[in-house]
């Protein structure tokens, strides 16, 4: 097993044992999903999984085993959730507790730009499988929610002759309390590749 394999596995029989010291009802109640027939039943993006007990094991909505990454995502979301409300306050990642040094906008904004410079129409139509919220922001906004208590706003400006393209990607200030700075990246670079894979299959 390589190192990142190791760390995975090790960052998520921490998380599992945190889990089992708190009542089933008390988890599903802080983090906003439903527990019922012995299962949590996590929305991630714009899918479902299970994470079944008495083992912890986590599978999509067809039974089917789950990338590994998702799985520490889903475990770490459950084992940190402490039932803060969300505030409605954004927050760039920059101001997230963590967030000052990385290469984030690298990962996340930039590709974004790129592939919405001076067109957004597929950016509306990919918006709509997430069933991402409308936002009052300008140019183009939606509310996005990587998991149930885990939103994500994405502001777009697209170019015009004076002003190049520009998004901004911002959390609710309460994420933190539902996941911590690294988790926070992942889970939204994860996010940004799949909003543009499926851009992608609308324009094809």
């Not at 390589?2 to 596995?9: K, L, N, R, Y």
């Not at 170019?159 to 990607?169: I, Q, R, S």
Request: proline share 4%.
């Amino acid at each position: 097993m390589q190192s990142a394999e190791v760390g995975i596995q090790l960052a998520k029989e921490k998380a599992i044992e945190q889990l089992k010291k708190i009542a089933h009802n008390i988890v599903a109640s802080k983090a906003g999903v439903v527990f019922k027939d012995n299962r949590f039943e996590i929305p991630f993006f714009n899918q479902l999984y299970y994470v079944i007990l008495p083992d912890f094991l986590i599978t999509d909505e067809q039974g089917k085993n789950i990338n590994p990454a998702h799985e520490l995502l889903v475990l770490n979301y459950l084992a940190n959730a402490d039932g803060t409300e969300i505030t409605g306050e954004w927050q760039p990642f920059r101001y997230v507790k963590g967030g000052a040094c990385s290469n984030f906008s690298v990962k996340t904004v930039e590709p974004l730009v790129r592939e919405y410079n001076i067109d957004a129409s597929s950016f509306h139509l990919a918006a709509k499988v997430f069933n991402a919220l409308p936002l009052g922001f300008k140019d183009i906004s939606y509310c996005f929610y990587l998991l149930p208590k885990v939103p994500v706003a994405i502001i777009l400006n697209l170019a015009t002759e004076e002003f190049p393209a520009d998004v901004n990607l911002l959390f609710d200030s309460s994420v933190t309390h539902y996941l911590e700075s690294e988790d926070i990246s992942v889970i939204t670079e994860m996010f940004v590749g799949r909003l543009l894979k499926i851009s992608k299959q609308i324009k094809s």
